[in-house]
């Protein structure tokens, strides 16, 4: 079946504590991005990835890291998570040659 | 700079009605997507339909339709006799030929509660 899987699902952590959310695909999708979702925003991309070893910012991209090492992973990483943080994750592929998208379940994450 | 704009925060209808989502983009590109996701209580998205810009048939669904009109940049939503079950936040997304890696741009979503 072709999906996007996350992991967590949910996440509870403390501030300052290193996390990681892991991303991979199984459609051999060049295309692979971070979103965060907040209450009265909307989705906003984190960070995307048009290859390996190919990554750039979104629009709101402090706070973050990312990497590529192969093709169907794409963890996003919070090296000093804070309050502001708490928020719900999807990570979502897509093709050179597609349009359409395909999204993760999402992460719930609480940074207390 | 690409924007949506869902001015509806919030729309409540009982059962059996209709309701009409709004979606309103920008975007200086001719060639751009336009997408529909619904996003349950459960918290994921589902993908409800993709349009290109030069396609601006209308659709139907059983009980989704949509209207996608060039001319007032708009692709809007409709639910015909409404259940229960559509209850969820809505989102229109609109991507274009530019950068961003494929970068979706959302609207701020409508919650449409439909009750008995």
């Known amino acids: 079946e072709a999906q996007v899987t996350q992991n967590p699902r949910y996440l509870i952590t403390v501030t300052g504590k290193k996390l990681t959310v892991t991303c991979s695909q199984n459609?051999?999708?060049?295309?692979m991005s971070w979103y965060r979702q907040d209450p009265g925003l909307g989705l906003r991309q984190i960070y995307y990835?048009?290859?390996?070893?190919?990554?750039d910012k979104g629009d709101v991209p402090e706070g973050y890291k990312v990497s590529r090492k192969e093709k169907r992973n794409f963890p996003l990483i919070l090296e000093s998570p804070s309050p502001n943080q708490t928020s719900l994750y999807f990570c979502?592929?897509?093709?050179?040659?597609?349009?359409?998208?395909?999204f993760g379940s999402g992460t719930r994450l609480t940074v207390v | 700079a690409q924007k949506v704009t869902q001015a509806q925060t919030e729309i409540s209808v009982v059962e059996k009605e209709d309701v009409t989502l709004d979606c309103v983009y920008e975007?200086?590109?001719?060639?751009?997507?336009l997408f529909w996701y619904k996003q349950p209580p459960s918290g994921e998205l589902v993908f409800l339909i993709r349009?290109?810009?030069?396609?601006?048939q209308n659709e139907i669904s059983g009980r989704y339709s949509w209207n996608f009109q060039k001319s007032t940049s708009s692709f809007n939503f409709t639910i015909t006799a409404s259940q229960v079950v559509d209850s969820a936040v809505y989102f229109c997304?609109?991507?274009?030929?530019?950068?961003?890696?494929?970068?979706?741009?959302f609207g701020t979503g409508t919650q449409l509660k439909v009750e008995l």
């Open positions: 349009r290109n810009s030069f396609d601006e």
């Open positions: 975007t200086r590109d001719t060639t751009y997507y």
């Open positions: 990835s048009m290859n390996v070893e190919v990554t």
């Open positions: 997304a609109l991507r274009s030929s530019g950068g961003g890696g494929n970068k979706l741009t």
């Open positions: 979502a592929s897509s093709s050179r040659a597609d349009y359409g998208y395909t």
């Open positions: 459609m051999n999708h060049e295309y």
